[in-house]
Antibody
């Protein structure tokens, strides 16, 4: 199970940090991803991090502004979002990578607005 | 970047009818193609992975087929609880990982 926290309302140019807490003892052996859904839009992959954090990828739309990280000792995944834009608004999901994505966190809403 | 195009955009069926959802990839993805169900206010749920394997707990009325560039998700007999948006997603030649634009299933 993945339980998310963080998110909220922030002004353009601001920062937010999302968290994703995994239950169970197998978190450290799985890669993880962040996926988002803008209002009225479809699913968009945001970032990938390997089990040991040695491989990290970002979508071009967030590269240089977002940073993914994880703490395997505490079963936690993070997404640090800086220089936020209005178009970053939406619901953000963390999800475990098994080639397919399963399971997913409950989602957390990010609103970027002045 | 591999582009996934889903059709139709919207599907409106009566309970008990068969639903056929299509996903076409801009280049071959072998069978690295997965399907998700997304209901409003909920997290997406994995339905089918590797083109044709039902995920744990998914009812038998859901099935997937295809390889290469053309894939199909079939719901043999739609039920009211199947109202959702369905997405395909590839895992070949990434990053980036991409999703199709989604097919909205409505029940008459």
């Amino acid at each position: 199970q993945l339980v998310q926290s963080g998110g909220g309302l922030v002004q353009p140019g601001g920062s937010l940090r999302l968290s994703c807490l995994a239950s169970g003892t197998t978190f450290s052996i799985y890669s993880m991803n962040w996926v988002r859904q803008a209002p009225g839009k479809g699913l968009e992959w945001v970032s990938y991090i390997s089990d040991s954090s040695t491989i990290i990828y970002y979508a071009d739309s967030v590269k240089g502004r977002f940073t993914v990280s994880r703490d395997n000792a505490n079963n936690s995944l993070y997404l640090q979002m800086n220089s936020l834009r209005v178009e970053d608004s939406g619901i953000y999901f963390c999800t475990r990578d098994r080639n397919s994505f399963d399971p997913w966190g409950q989602g957390t809403r990010v609103i970027v607005s002045s | 970047e591999i582009i996934l195009t889903q059709s139709p955009d919207t599907l409106s069926l009566s309970p008990g009818e068969r639903a056929t959802l299509s996903c076409r990839a801009s280049q071959g993805v072998k069978t690295y193609l997965h399907w998700y169900q997304h209901k409003p206010g909920q997290a997406p749920r994995l339905l089918i992975y590797d083109a044709s394997i039902r995920a744990t707990g998914i009812p038998a009325r859901f099935s997937g087929s295809g390889s290469g560039t053309d894939f199909t998700l079939t719901i043999s007999s739609v039920e009211p609880e199947d109202v959702a948006v369905y997405y395909c997603q590839h895992r070949s030649d990434w990053p980036p990982i991409t999703f199709g634009q989604g097919t909205r299933l409505q029940i008459k």
